[in-house]
């Protein structure tokens, strides 16, 4: 039986555990996009044609996404964001890795056009954020009163 001494075998131990550490060695935790989506609602609307609504996307992950498109079954949907005081669509919103978009009152928004129905307070919108790599993300948007204002978030 041979034996090792003891600086050779620890040496060796910890050459195979860098070894095994390198295999595995791409980053979970930060390798795309992590996106949830928080503080989601739509005040009540006070047009029978068109609504606002707001969240905020957040990605945990180390990749930069994309939001392409949001649809719903309420009506159209396009993203809107305020530039020196005026409203502009816009057509594709980053969501940069460890990062946060956020959409409120008087920023960046959802509008809601050609409202198929008018929603009323206490209903649930469901609405289909798209992204360029992250797919499909659905959301249950609560529909709030007209004056709404949330506390935190946004």
Same mark, same amino acid.
């Given at each position: 039986m041979r034996r090792f001494a003891p600086v050779t075998l620890a040496a060796t131990v910890t050459a195979a555990a860098l070894v095994l550490a390198g295999c595995g060695s791409e980053d979970s935790s930060g390798s795309g996009a992590e996106l949830s989506v928080s503080g989601a609602y739509m005040p009540q609307p006070v047009s029978d044609s068109m609504a606002a609504g707001f969240l905020t996307i957040t990605n945990k992950g180390g990749a930069d996404d994309e939001l392409t498109s949001v649809t719903s079954d309420v009506g159209d949907v396009t993203t809107h964001e305020t530039v020196d005081s005026s409203m502009q669509e816009v057509k594709?919103?980053?969501?940069?890795?460890?990062? +946060? @978009?956020? *959409?409120k009152s008087g920023g960046s928004h959802l509008m809601?056009?050609?409202l198929k129905r008018k929603p009323k307070q206490g209903e649930?919108?469901?609405? +289909? @954020?798209? *992204?360029?790599?992250?797919?499909?993300?659905?959301?249950?948007?609560?529909v709030q009163p007209a004056?709404?204002?949330?506390?935190?978030?946004?």
């Open positions: 594709d919103i980053a969501v940069p890795a460890h990062g +946060r @978009l956020v *959409f809601f056009e050609k649930k919108v469901t609405v +289909r @954020l798209h *992204f360029a790599e992250s797919g499909t993300v659905t959301v249950e948007m609560p004056t709404y204002r949330p506390h935190t978030g946004h």
